[in-house]
């Protein structure tokens, strides 16, 4: 919390997390053009931020994209914020709410897994892993292009456009999220409101970057493609934070949080 902290203190910085909470995923290029600050200024500023947390990033080809990442706002959150009354708080609040609030299309998280990227990519594709700490089995040889079969609370959901986009062996997986059928929300509790909103909305996708980082893998999930005031986007912006420190949990001592 120390570097959270330092960082937030510099009113530059916090002008850069201002400029990613507006749009988030920036180049440096579109960063130093939107910015009253040298290029070299604004690398520097980035390096603090990624190294606290606030920022994470992510690789679309030769370029190097910049998200906002709200998990160490909401650690400090959790830690003081319950401590307060509600007008004492407010000002600390207003930070996170800022802080959290992704643009329309994208969501960006990133954590720090103790295990080795074969083992994490393993938990992120094989069944004996994904039902544990997710309640899913994927059917699929894990090859580009291939159909996917999502296995949830005893439905099963296929499409021609569910499909593998990426798969880099223990390095990047992406692919298209599942179809919203009358089936799945069954099984999961989802009313017939909320299930005609998400078949309204086109199809997002996700993407996960392993990059190893000593004894630990870095894990980045960027989940993106949503509509404005997207539904998915709502469920699965909660959703991934749970699910993520489930995986982590698991690969760390053997079992999922309850």
């Known amino acids: 919390m120390d570097e959270v902290f330092k960082a937030l203190a510099d009113p530059s910085r916090r ?5 990613l909470n507006e749009r988030n995923g920036q180049t440096l290029r579109e960063l130093c053009g939107g910015l009253d600050m040298a290029r070299q200024s604004v690398s520097k500023h980035l390096a603090v ?43 600390l609040a207003d930070l996170k709410r800022a802080l959290e609030s992704e643009p329309v299309n994208e969501f960006a998280y990133t954590t720090y897994i103790s295990t080795t990227p074969e083992k994490l990519w393993q938990a992120l594709t094989e069944p004996a892993f994904t039902r544990q700490y997710w309640g899913v089995a994927f059917e ?13 609370s005893g439905a099963k ?11 880099d062996p223990y390095r990047r997986l992406s692919y298209t999220w599942h ?4 089936e799945w929300a069954n099984g999961n509790g989802i009313d017939a409101e909320t299930l005609a909103k998400l ?40 959703g991934w934070p749970a699910l993520l420190s489930s995986l982590k949990t698991l690969l760390e001592t053997g079992s999922p949080l309850p």
Request: hydrophobic share 35%; glycine share 6%.
């Open 49 to 91: 931020l990624e190294a606290a947390g606030l920022v994470t990033t992510t690789w679309r080809g030769r370029e190097k994209l910049h998200h906002l990442d709200a998990a160490p706002i909401n650690a400090i959150a959790e830690r003081w914020m319950t401590r307060y009354d509600r007008r004492r708080a407010g000002a």
């Open 140 to 152: 699929t040889d894990w090859t580009k292009g291939s159909p996917m079969t999502w296995s949830e």
């Open 199 to 238: 078949q309204a909305e086109g199809r997002s996708k996700v993407t996960f970057t392993l990059e190893p980082q000593g004894e630990t893998v870095k894990l980045t999930v960027l989940h993106d493609g949503f509509e404005p005031d997207s539904t998915v986007k709502a469920m699965c912006s909660q």
């Open 15 to 19: 002008q850069l997390l201002d400029v």
């Open 157 to 167: 959901t296929s499409h021609p456009d569910q499909v593998v986009l990426e798969s």
């Open 179 to 182: 179809t919203f059928t009358q």
